[in-house]
């Protein structure tokens, strides 16, 4: 039998922006269980990556494969759950409110609680605590609650360590891990070597165009 196809496969993968090139052509994979690390100077386009991967922005061209299939933004939006720089919630709403608000949107795994998920993050007792009142630190373990709550197989994580202390840190390397024993993956950016989740790991090292 052929060995199982990758969770995601990128071929000749490119993005400009104005006429210039952000990066590509480009290839990557991650199968089940492994973490592809996305190493890179600050303009290298590692955000901009992510941000293809998971269809918020069009490539210039290439193809992406979620296990063997060629996909299209929206075709992917069930299998991806993506950790970006700024928070989506809504400031009014408390934080168990957005979570079941963002729940509703993207899915939830029957076996987690809004308030288990809370709970896993650190935020026990801010379950009623409005969005707007949350520190950033706070706000990104909120962001990380909504995470843990998805379905989604592949986690799209752009520099997840940021606004976060050594606990924080150490928080999501073992989100991380418990994710890809459940035979998950994940596509983590990052320009600190220090932050990278012990698990095996694939290097993408991403250099700034000129």
């Not at 990557?28 to 600050?42: F, S, T």
């Not at 993207?106 to 379950?127: D, N, Y």
């Amino acid at each position: 039998m052929p060995p199982p196809a990758s969770l995601l496969h990128a071929s000749e993968l490119r993005f400009t922006r104005n006429e210039l090139p952000v990066f590509g052509p480009l290839d990557l994979e991650v199968d089940a269980g492994e973490a592809l690390l996305v190493q890179g100077d600050n303009g290298a386009g590692k955000t901009t990556l992510l941000r293809v991967l998971a269809g918020l922005l069009a490539a210039d061209a290439g193809t992406i494969s979620i296990q063997g299939r060629l996909t299209s933004p929206t075709s992917r939006a069930s299998t991806l759950a993506y950790l970006g720089h700024l928070p989506a919630f809504k400031a009014d709403l408390s934080a168990l409110e957005n979570l079941a608000f963002l729940s509703g949107l993207h899915g939830r795994r029957p076996s987690q609680t809004f308030e288990s998920a809370m709970a896993v993050v650190g935020l026990a007792g801010f379950e009623d605590a409005p969005a707007r009142q949350l520190s950033a630190g706070q706000k990104k373990r909120l962001s990380l609650a909504r995470l843990w709550l998805s379905p989604a197989p592949l986690w799209l994580l752009d520099e997840p360590y940021a606004n976060l202390d050594l606990a924080g840190i150490e928080l999501v390397n073992r989100m991380v891990q418990a994710h890809l024993r459940e035979g998950g993956a994940a596509l983590v950016t990052t320009h600190g070597a220090y932050a990278a989740p012990p698990v095996r790991t694939r290097l993408l090292v991403l250099e700034k165009q000129v």
